[in-house]
């Protein structure tokens, strides 16, 4: 290894993702860093076009800028130009339509969003908005016209900020979440090494990069291993099942219902000639709650176990994971190498392993806080602890079991009723497929589960 090469990966390490893709193309140019299927792009290829857009964007004032992209190579290249050039990006959902896009960019100051011409008529109907939710929006650049003489071969200095996700709101406005690169990699490095993914795998990416879930676990990730990223524009399971036989995906991440979804695909193919999976090694699950019916039939159809694990946009995002060497059913499994998981009661007191509280949070990824949120941002961090409001245990093995949202918990009579208690017994049921247990208000007994 070079001095030249050995000090990048030092300053990746110290948590520059710029250092970490500057590394990657030193160790192995030729090696393919995305490809979706029709478009490799190798490490190299990847730094010199970072370099080039990055040119485009360097002389931008605003601290953040937009990019409203599907998950393809042109995303992965804008995201680290968008970080070369000293700005933190701010990735938006494509699916989204532009009265649901004006308050993000509004509460975060954006004018300058790169994206593809197929998106124009929605930038156009955000530019037609009336005041005050039209959006402070000053520059598009669109990939497929986007071009520089120049190249930016040094990165530009930026803030400690690398990106800027937004979570689901229930009312008002989503939070914006601050990131920072460390965050970022941090929690990418601990599933790398929960995984223990090599830089041979492939890992497809179907899961929107505008999720803290699809960015970090299923983009960053393979960079962090110096893997590929197959990435897939669709959520059309019978081309994941196409990109898993042809490019020899080794490295499954989606949630449950996508899972479901590319069952029902699987099916449907089993009467022609079913596409070859035999290349899959780790199929990892997290968003939602694995039913032990979609488990139970993907491990039969696919011959691989559904390991899920759990996280948080706050975490960057993931908390625990099973592994394939440490599993235990029902579980979500036990924190990643740097994280600290305690539960903890109303009062903020840690409980013992097994009972029932709200679970805490502490390591490298949890984040910097919310975007212009200085009162929700102070109630959610106690001391480099992040309160997730989700309900757990933790048995003595350091397995973390989920018990719903601490929004969620019904008191009937008085007693503690835990919806997630009840859901996986209703799913028993013949023709129940899934649950969803919400108390109801009563006047003798307080709430009811329903």
């Known amino acids: 290894m070079s ?20 590394a990657r193309a030193q160790e192995h140019p030729e ?9 490799a792009v190798t490490y190299r290829e990847l730094l010199e076009q970072v370099r080039s857009k990055a040119a485009i964007l360097a002389d931008h004032p605003e601290p953040r800028i ?13 995201f ?23 308050p993000l960019l509004v509460d975060a100051g954006v004018e300058t969003i790169v994206s593809t011409q197929r998106l124009a008529p929605a930038l156009d109907a955000l530019r037609a908005l009336p005041t005050p939710v039209k959006p402070p929006l000053k520059n598009v650049h669109y990939v497929e016209t ?8 040094e990165p530009q200095p930026k803030s400690e900020v690398a990106t800027l996700l937004y979570t689901s709101g229930t009312t008002g406005i989503p939070k914006g979440v601050l990131l920072s690169d460390r965050n970022l990699l941090a929690n990418a490095e601990d599933a790398r090494v929960a995984g223990r993914m090599q830089p041979e795998e492939r890992l497809l990416a179907v899961l929107p990069f505008y999720h803290a879930y699809g960015l970090t676990v299923t983009m960053l990730l393979p960079l962090v291993y110096g893997g590929t990223c197959v990435t897939c524009e669709t959520l059309n399971p019978a081309k994941w099942l196409e990109l898993i036989e042809k490019l020899r995906v080794s490295v499954l991440v989606l949630t449950p219902s996508l899972y479901g979804a590319l069952l029902m695909a699987r099916a449907a193919a089993a009467a022609g000639k079913p596409a070859n999976t035999d290349s899959l090694r780790l199929c990892i699950s997290g968003g939602e709650a694995l039913s032990a019916t979609v488990a139970a039939e ?32 029902g579980t979500v499994g036990q924190p990643l190498p740097s994280v600290q998981c305690e539960i903890r009661d109303e009062a903020g007191r840690k409980l013992a392993p097994g009972e029932i509280g ?13 975007h212009n949120r200085p009162e929700e941002t102070a109630e959610r961090l106690r001391e480099g ?29 008085g007693e503690k009723v835990y919806p997630s208690e009840i859901e996986p017994i209703l799913e028993t049921v013949d023709g129940v497929e899934q649950a969803v247990v919400v108390g109801w208000s009563d006047e003798e007994a307080g709430q009811v589960p329903v």
């Open 358 to 370: 709200e679970l805490w949070v502490k390591g490298p990824n949890v984040m910097l806080g919310y």
């Open 31 to 39: 090696r393919i860093a995305v490809h979706d299927g029709d478009r």
């Open 146 to 153: 986007a071009t520089s003489a120049k190249s930016l071969a």
């Open 3 to 22: 001095d030249e090469t050995a000090a990048a990966q030092r300053s990746a390490i110290s948590g520059e993702m710029v250092a970490l893709l500057r």
């Open 80 to 102: 680290f130009a968008v970080l070369w050039s000293g700005h933190a990006a701010l990735p938006l959902p494509t699916t989204v339509p532009p009265a649901g896009l004006a």
């Open 298 to 329: 993907f491990e039969r159809r696919f011959g691989r176990k559904i390991l899920p694990g759990y996280g948080a946009t706050e975490t960057a995002p993931v908390i625990s994971m099973n592994r394939e060497l440490a599993w235990k059913p």
């Open 385 to 413: 602890w992040y309160r997730t409001g989700d309900l757990g245990t933790l048995d003595g093995d350091n397995f973390l079991s989920l018990a719903g949202r601490k929004d969620d918990l019904i008191k009937h009579h």
């Open 66 to 78: 937009g990019l409203l992209l599907p998950n393809n190579p042109d995303f992965v290249t804008w």
